[in-house]
């Protein structure tokens, strides 16, 4: 079936849901593919906080989120009928009946591997969890503990991580590329992640989905520092990342297996952005090496992706936002990608 044909398909069984959410509430862990501004509320360089990031956000302001619009993840909320977007959790808007939508946990330049996040002074994985049962306390004085616990069960988990152990961590840190290979450090993190998985089945989470590696080596960042030697993306970082979405697969139908009732799903974004990188005229695109956020090549941070850097004219024609992030135009084709192979958690 073409993938255009299922889209529809699936657009059209969630749209029978109309005026109601899919699903009451979106808990969101992770890095800066999914983080909404908490990074904002902390002491680190990895904020979003600042134009031109937020520049075709609704309000043309900065939000935390390292993009110029939406996150992929907003869309798919969007798409599953929420019209308000679960907070920040260290935000002020995390409080009252707010938190009935759902919390975001997610921190820029955090991983599977809490080092990862300490090298950025970012929130880890752990205390990223420790957070969500605080959250749960406070969701059951808002609305009783009978309905927090449904919500609990019924709410969709989202986990985005993984990217930024490799490349803010492993790929430039001698203490862990000197001391594991690749398959042995893949297989750390997703010992990790199977720990995570089974830590939140145990707070009550039964819908769980969680991103793939990206084509890392094809980021613009990754072609710019790494890749001097070759002409398209840096092959090498991308065979790591294949190797490491196997694994994160084998890993996920075996906690399918352990954990009754549990229904989990590895969104497969490696393909979509590959695709996106490879064909970019093929969906409406006209530059896909480098960010449209200043030189585009190595901005991520404040110090260089900034109104002084300049944009590009129309970001709608940029697969990447800045060095590393896709714009929203590239967000979009991908949620087009997740629901469809999200469809199992909520339907
Ligand atoms: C629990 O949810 C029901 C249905 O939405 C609502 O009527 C009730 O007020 C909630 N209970 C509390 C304590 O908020
Ligand atoms: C930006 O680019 C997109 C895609 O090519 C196009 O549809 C849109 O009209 C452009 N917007 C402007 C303001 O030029």
């Known amino acids: 079936m073409g993938a255009f044909l299922v889209y529809t398909l699936a657009i059209a069984a969630l749209c029978s849901h109309a005026n109601s959410q899919l699903v009451p509430a979106i808990i969101t862990f992770g890095d800066s593919t999914v983080d909404v501004g908490n990074n904002d509320y902390i002491h680190t360089i990895f904020k979003a906080d600042h134009p031109p990031y937020g520049q075709d956000f609704s309000n043309r302001e900065p939000t935390g989120r390292f993009c110029n619009g939406k996150l992929a993840t907003d869309i798919t909320a969007e798409n599953l009928g929420f019209t308000n977007y679960a907070p920040a959790y260290l935000s002020p808007q995390a409080s009252g009946k707010n938190?009935?939508?759902?919390?975001?946990?997610?921190?820029?330049?955090?991983?599977?591997?809490?080092?990862?996040?300490?090298?950025?002074?970012?929130?880890?994985?752990?205390?990223?969890l420790q957070y969500f049962k605080e959250y749960q306390s406070k969701l059951a004085s808002v609305a009783g503990s009978k309905?927090?616990?449904?919500?609990?069960?019924?709410?969709?988990?989202?986990?985005?991580?993984?990217?930024?152990?490799?490349?803010q961590n492993y790929?430039?840190?001698p203490f862990l590329n000197k001391h594991y290979t690749v398959d042995q450090y893949s297989s750390i993190l997703i010992n990790i992640?199977?720990?995570?998985?089974?830590?939140?089945?145990?707070?009550?989470?039964?819908?769980?989905?969680?991103?793939?590696?990206?084509?890392?080596?094809?980021?613009?960042?990754a072609r710019t520092i790494f890749g001097q030697h070759e002409k398209g993306c840096v092959s090498s970082f991308n065979t790591d990342a294949q190797q490491f979405n196997k694994k994160i697969n084998a890993a996920a139908s075996q906690l399918k297996k352990q954990l009754p009732g549990l229904r989990l799903v590895i969104f497969d974004i490696y393909k979509p952005?590959?695709?996106?990188?490879?064909?970019?005229?093929?969906?409406?695109?006209?530059?896909?090496?480098?960010?449209?956020?200043?030189?585009?090549?190595?901005?991520?941070?404040?110090?260089?992706?900034?109104?002084?850097?300049?944009?590009?004219?129309?970001?709608?024609?940029?697969?990447?936002w800045d060095s590393v992030h896709p714009s929203q135009a590239a967000n979009q084709v991908l949620a087009d990608s997740l629901i469809i192979q999200g469809i199992s958690l909520v339907a």
């Open 99 to 128: 938190l009935l939508l759902g919390a975001n946990f997610a921190s820029a330049g955090s991983g599977y591997d809490d080092n990862t996040a300490e090298l950025s002074h970012v929130i880890p994985l752990s205390q990223q």
């Open 147 to 167: 309905n927090a616990s449904s919500i609990t069960k019924e709410a969709l988990y989202l986990i985005g991580a993984g990217n930024s152990d490799f490349l």
């Open 171 to 173: 790929y430039v840190n």
């Open 193 to 221: 992640f199977s720990n995570f998985v089974t830590s939140l089945y145990g707070l009550g989470a039964r819908k769980i989905g969680a991103t793939s590696l990206a084509p890392t080596g094809c980021l613009p960042l």
């Open 273 to 320: 952005i590959y695709d996106l990188v490879a064909n970019p005229k093929k969906y409406g695109f006209v530059e896909a090496t480098r960010g449209c956020c200043g030189t585009g090549t190595v901005e991520t941070t404040f110090v260089l992706c900034n109104q002084k850097s300049g944009t590009c004219s129309n970001s709608s024609e940029f697969v990447f």
